[in-house]
């Protein structure tokens, strides 16, 4: 089980040793693992996911930078292999991981940035390669947590400040968010503007 701190630039690794405990394994430093990418938001750890192909890298997303991770043959964190910046004015504030016709894509959602941003991640290596940055038409809604339907093309997003559910198609050749999006209301509108912080969305 891996671990982000929010107050540290910090990311750990934990055994799972029973079914009402854990066991810390190993953490590892993120602060000079992007140089050059950290703004306003500082540099902690925000949220990881582990590939589900060998060799199991843990991609993680710190605020204006994502980075790749290593582990060892028990699953421990090792050490970053690759990183690739956002904007300077990027919050990314969840991940989504799909493969598509044996090509693993990650899914960032920028809170700050309002864009929806598309990787290629080789699994062999960790290296990500960008494939898209897609702005929001709206601006201020703030996409903050993401989910990739497992099966069908799209990629749903639930903004914070428009509290809506955000569909995007994806692009049938590359795999990344395309252009044009379906807005479902979460709230009616004489409701706060605001989502609430504990709001995610998750595909069954």
């Known amino acids: 089980m891996y671990g982000s701190s929010l107050d540290e630039a910090r990311i750990a690794s934990y055994r799972v040793a029973s079914a009402t405990s854990v066991e810390l394994v190993k953490s590892i430093s993120v602060d000079s693992a992007c140089p050059g ?14 590939l589900d192909t060998a ?15 290593s582990v060892d043959k028990t ?6 292999v690759d ?24 899914y960032s959602a920028d809170v700050t940035g309002d864009m929806v941003w598309t ?20 601006a201020g809604v703030g996409p903050r947590h993401i989910a990739a339907h497992p099966t069908g093309p ?3 997003v639930l903004t914070e400040s428009g509290n ?14 395309a252009a044009d999006i379906t807005s479902y209301k979460l709230v009616p509108d004489a409701m706060p503007s605001r989502a609430p912080r504990g709001l995610k969305v998750t595909l069954a």
């Open 83 to 106: 990183f690739w910046p956002y904007t300077d004015n990027s919050r990314v504030h969840g991940l989504a991981l799909r493969t598509v016709a044996g090509k693993t894509l990650l």
């Open 119 to 138: 990787h290629s991640v080789n699994t062999m290596t960790g290296e990500a390669t960008e494939l898209s940055r897609y702005k929001l038409p709206r």
């Open 154 to 156: 799209y990629v749903y």
């Open 164 to 177: 809506t559910i955000e569909l995007f198609p994806l692009d049938s050749n590359s795999g990344a968010v």
């Open 75 to 80: 699953g421990a964190l090792d050490r970053v």
């Open 37 to 50: 990418t950290a703004n306003a938001y500082g540099m902690t750890s925000g949220f990881n996911l582990a």
């Open 55 to 69: 060799p199991y890298y843990v991609v993680d997303a710190s605020w204006s930078c994502g980075m790749s991770i």
